[in-house]
């Protein structure tokens, strides 16, 4: 299918929008958020349920400016080009002008930061932790004067903030506590997110390193970033079963393990997959993305039938 041009009539501002944003990937964080909410089901004492949407909420338009400054600093430093994988392609195809997506990513951090500041209200200096880590992450991946990204931390924070930041945040605007169960919970959502970033940086690492970018993956070498793909996303499914077996989670949890198998084919085709030939690993990144929405929604259902059965 060709791409379409700027002004081409057959696209509205709508629809590039949601290109530019990758609203297909908010499941990531919407996810997390949902599952530290509803942990707290089995938790004692008072909740208050009508901040969680205002969580989900704050935590998506936070994914939706990380993934505009993303765009917008990979573009303005020769990252993403046209034979180049992995950003929403509104940059490079000219469908909207640099400007826009940086305001753009603005007007999210600021939707975020306020959403922060209502849940600050009610929640006090601990949810106000969060929300500086959450915004000052999310825009320094790429944006100056750090743009950790392209220093192979990447992996890493992604981990820590759309892992254990966002799950215990959905924890948190619900209970107003932290328990330690709840930081052990987030580690395999943390897992396949981070997985979802090592797939990216492993099928992108020659075009990387043409780029001067700096990513686990190239540090690691092919057989390195193969081995932290397979260890996240198995580790996954390791740290719920012996969460299970330590009865920190219900055993409704291991529900997880009915997506293995497509845990299971990614991993194939991430062992398959040649050096420096991109196009072994295309789609691995989307199909990673799969995996982590799919595992997320069973553990947010097993989580939900052991504190209500």
């Given at each position: 299918m060709p791409v379409a041009k700027a002004g081409d009539p057959q696209r509205s501002r709508v629809s590039l929008w949601i290109q530019a944003v990758r609203a297909f990937s908010f499941t990531a964080s919407v996810i997390p958020v949902l599952i530290?909410?509803?942990?707290?089901?089995?938790?004692?004492?008072?909740?208050?349920?009508y901040l969680l949407p205002l969580a989900v909420v704050g935590g998506l338009v936070l994914h939706a400016g990380t993934n505009l400054i993303n765009d917008y600093y990979d573009y303005k430093n020769g990252v993403d080009r046209d034979c180049s994988y992995g950003s929403s392609g509104i940059l490079?195809?000219?469908?909207?002008?640099?400007?826009?997506i940086f305001g753009g990513a603005l007007v999210a951090f600021g939707l975020a930061a306020a959403l922060g500041v209502v849940l600050i209200a009610y929640r006090g200096w601990s949810m106000a932790a969060l929300g500086i880590i959450g915004l000052a992450g999310g825009y320094l991946y790429t944006g100056r004067p750090v743009g950790y990204k392209y220093f192979a931390l990447g992996d890493l924070l992604v981990f820590v903030l759309m892992g254990p930041l966002m799950v215990i945040g959905g924890y948190l605007a619900v209970t107003g506590v932290y328990r330690h169960e709840v930081l052990l919970l987030s580690l395999p959502v943390g897992c396949l997110v981070a997985a979802i970033l090592a797939a990216n940086n492993l099928r992108d690492v020659v075009h990387d390193s043409e780029a001067n970018v700096t990513?686990?993956?190239?540090?690691?070498?092919?057989?390195?970033g193969r081995a932290e793909y397979i260890t996240l996303v198995v580790g996954a499914y390791a740290i719920v079963v012996g969460l299970v077996i330590a009865r920190v989670l219900s055993p409704w949890t291991l529900v997880v393990l009915v997506s293995a198998p497509l845990a299971l084919k990614n991993l194939r085709t991430v062992l398959a997959s040649r050096p420096g030939e991109a196009e072994d690993?295309?789609?691995?990144?989307?199909?990673?993305a799969q995996v982590h929405m799919v595992f997320g929604l069973l553990l947010l259902l097993g989580t939900i039938l052991g504190a209500t059965l």
């Amino acid at each position: 299918m060709p791409v379409a041009k700027a002004g081409d009539p057959q696209r509205s501002r709508v629809s590039l929008w949601i290109q530019a944003v990758r609203a297909f990937s908010f499941t990531a964080s919407v996810i997390p958020v949902l599952i530290g909410g509803l942990f707290a089901l089995g938790a004692e004492g008072a909740k208050a349920w009508y901040l969680l949407p205002l969580a989900v909420v704050g935590g998506l338009v936070l994914h939706a400016g990380t993934n505009l400054i993303n765009d917008y600093y990979d573009y303005k430093n020769g990252v993403d080009r046209d034979c180049s994988y992995g950003s929403s392609g509104i940059l490079v195809a000219g469908l909207l002008p640099p400007r826009a997506i940086f305001g753009g990513a603005l007007v999210a951090f600021g939707l975020a930061a306020a959403l922060g500041v209502v849940l600050i209200a009610y929640r006090g200096w601990s949810m106000a932790a969060l929300g500086i880590i959450g915004l000052a992450g999310g825009y320094l991946y790429t944006g100056r004067p750090v743009g950790y990204k392209y220093f192979a931390l990447g992996d890493l924070l992604v981990f820590v903030l759309m892992g254990p930041l966002m799950v215990i945040g959905g924890y948190l605007a619900v209970t107003g506590v932290y328990r330690h169960e709840v930081l052990l919970l987030s580690l395999p959502v943390g897992c396949l997110v981070a997985a979802i970033l090592a797939a990216n940086n492993l099928r992108d690492v020659v075009h990387d390193s043409e780029a001067n970018v700096t990513t686990l993956a190239r540090v690691l070498g092919p057989r390195g970033g193969r081995a932290e793909y397979i260890t996240l996303v198995v580790g996954a499914y390791a740290i719920v079963v012996g969460l299970v077996i330590a009865r920190v989670l219900s055993p409704w949890t291991l529900v997880v393990l009915v997506s293995a198998p497509l845990a299971l084919k990614n991993l194939r085709t991430v062992l398959a997959s040649r050096p420096g030939e991109a196009e072994d690993l295309a789609t691995a990144d989307v199909t990673t993305a799969q995996v982590h929405m799919v595992f997320g929604l069973l553990l947010l259902l097993g989580t939900i039938l052991g504190a209500t059965l």
